[in-house]
């Protein structure tokens, strides 16, 4: 059964699979168990049945979303599951009271672009050369509720 709950460190060793498996440029161990145990982080993964299929969150902060991260693991990907979860992650944002949710994006992700677009984010701004490990821009995409 698919479903989607809130998640930190106690799953750290498999988010951190995950984010090596699916970016070049992954997070350490020590920077992702860092930025789960921020005070402001909000993270959530989509299970099925007790496997993780992805995860996805950031900072929520003054009724502002700040997703710094959202993956979903090779084997499940282009199958919708991306799409579902980030839009049943904005109705959850929309229900407290969020003004808005942001995510940055690489201008060569053509994949994650278009399933921001579905749940609802427009592009807000350019930052240029801004991707240390190859000087790529990124878009500024921002979903106000
Ligand atoms: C980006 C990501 C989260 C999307 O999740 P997903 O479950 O694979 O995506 P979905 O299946 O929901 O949607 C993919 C869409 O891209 C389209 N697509 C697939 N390949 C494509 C391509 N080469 N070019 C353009 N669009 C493409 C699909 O057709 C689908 O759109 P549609 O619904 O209009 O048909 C996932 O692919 C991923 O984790 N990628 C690696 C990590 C990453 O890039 N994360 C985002 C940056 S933080």
Redesign the pocket.
Known sequence: MIKINKVGVEHLDKLSEIDHN??DDPWSKEMLKNELEHKNAEYYAIFNDDEIL?FCGGWYVLDEYQIN????DKPH???????LFLVYIMELYRTKNAKRAIIE?RES????Y??YVKAGFDVSGRRENYYQNNGETAYVMVREF
């Open positions: 699916n970016f992805g991260k959202i993956v979903i990907q282009n199958k919708k599951i991306g799409q994006v992700n053509k994949i994650a278009k399933v």
